[in-house]
DNA sequence: GTCTATAAGCGGATAGAC
DNA sequence: GTCTATCCGCTTATAGAC
């Protein structure tokens, strides 16, 4: 499964090219609807210089995917069982929702993989995210013991954060056919993030 | 934009098959990357069979995404504005959630169709989904006035709705794969669906 | 309406010089 | 490492008989 051959700095700088030009394609017209001569043209060189890096489109693909779920890992990560429950599940969606405003091709590529299945990402997923998701609702099973989290199923309420955070990326064509608004107006994204967390944080702390 | 040729009863017949063969394809590997003769093949007969009911794939692809989104409307005109706001969004949730289940192709094609830009079905969004969408909000936003309903902006709340119980079909091959369940397990199915209207309806019903 | 056979073109991948 | 030129497989779509 080949990495790309980079061993000089100009090489190295050109993955990274591929990679951007990439991401691009893929999220806009998927696996099979990207042109391999279209991201060779927007990463400014010729189809045969990107196919010496990557000697495959599918290669290229699933290089593009890896880079995306080691940022998903480490967000979810950052998740510390010290900090105080509402505190840190408004951080996390805060990122969360920054991440799809900064990054939506990756947040979009992502869920479309997922969507047909995850044929190119399941190992990936089953090797490096399951375990952190494991030890997150560990965490959260143990605020909702100690009262300071209601009852909700950790697994579920995981994956409620990433549907509505990741939605708007996702959706944002639907969205902003529908409101006019994307995530690029500061206004229109700071009363997003504040309608989901008061949407999710008081289904989630617990009522005195 | 052509419709099927669909005079006799056998070609209608025809025309369901297809749609539903294409449903699958499309659903699992996309636009470019469903085949035709794989769709003619599962829908039982030759290729330029279904190409004589649909010209092209596109022409194919896009009947199908329609009869989708006539489905999406009918669910979401539903919601009452004379109905108990808790029991029309616990309805409405259910609904939605049981829908995906249900046809769980129909959902992940809608939602790759969204996330690429809604190239097909732009047109389709405004001219019929955007004016319930509407109405819908008309609807929240009166009972927010009437101190019925938490003052959560209504668009952002309908798409909260979309985005967790759609997540459910969309990401399934992700659930499972961190739940090693899906929605065909009935409990699995009950315990998602309470808590999806434990953490939305407690985000959005007044406090006393 | 349905088939067999075939055309036509696109697009990923390679050859080989520089 | 990068290019020009080119190959060739694969897939949509058509021709035309039944």
């Known amino acids: 499964m080949g990495e790309p051959r980079t061993k000089t700095r100009v090489g190295e700088a050109n993955v990274e090219k591929i990679l951007d030009a990439a991401l691009t394609s893929f999220a806009r017209f998927g696996l099979h609807g990207a042109r391999t001569d279209q991201i060779a043209e927007a990463a400014g060189m010729s189809k045969p210089n990107l196919l010496y890096y990557f000697r495959t489109k599918e290669e290229l693909y699933l290089a593009v995917l890896k880079r995306t779920l080691g940022v998903w890992l480490d967000a979810l990560a950052e998740i510390d069982p010290q900090a105080e429950p509402s505190q840190a599940l408004t951080d996390y969606i805060s990122a969360k929702l920054e991440f799809s ?7 979009r590529l992502f869920a479309m993989e997922i969507i047909q299945g995850a044929p190119w990402l399941k190992e990936a997923i089953l090797r490096d995210l399951a375990p952190i998701v494991e030890a997150k609702v ?5 605020w909702i013991a100690e009262g300071r989290l209601a009852p909700v199923d ?6 409620t954060i990433w549907a509505t955070t990741q939605n ?5 064509a639907q969205t902003s056919l529908l409101t006019g608004k994307t995530l690029d107006d500061p206004a229109y994204f700071d009363r997003t993030r504040d309608a989901i967390i008061a949407i999710v944080l008081a289904g989630v702390l617990p009522r005195e």
């Open 101 to 107: 405003r900064a990054y939506p091709d990756q947040s």
């Open 138 to 142: 560990a965490t959260l099973t143990g």
């Open 154 to 159: 950790p697994t579920t309420l995981i994956l």
């Open 168 to 172: 708007f990326a996702d959706f944002s």
